[in-house]
């Protein structure tokens, strides 16, 4: 983070979303982190957690929940939303930058980067 100033909070959120691959929301990052900075508020967590999906160190998805929910993995990759628990996951596939390419063959823009997400029934849903 270098662009940044140092923040204690904001480095807090992003080591433990670094620790996570369920894509946590804010409330659940702030109930996590505030055991390591006590006095930190849940608008302070998302401020930071607005800032860092702003400036590309994190990802902010939302899934129709009425939560969003943010991954550490600010690389591009596609993501799968349960349509029954609201879970995320990653989904691991080949390069889509190709996808870019298509998009911009009839568009008079420029499309410069996608954000990909499945949605349907998980393994846990699909079983129920």
Known sequence: MATLNRSKSREAIVRFLMTRKDHPTAEVIYN???QECPK???GTVYRN???LSDIGEIQKI????ASEHFDGNAKPHPHFVCNK???????EMD???FLNTLANQKFGGIVEKH???FYGKCEFCKEN
Not at 62 to 65: A, K, L, M, N, R
């Open 32 to 34: 996590n982190v505030r």
């Open 40 to 42: 930190i508020s849940l």
């Open 49 to 51: 957690l607005t800032l």
């Open 62 to 65: 939302s899934c129709g929940d």
């Open 85 to 91: 628990c609201h879970r995320v996951d990653d989904l």
């Open 95 to 97: 390069d889509l930058n």
């Open 115 to 117: 954000q990909l997400i």
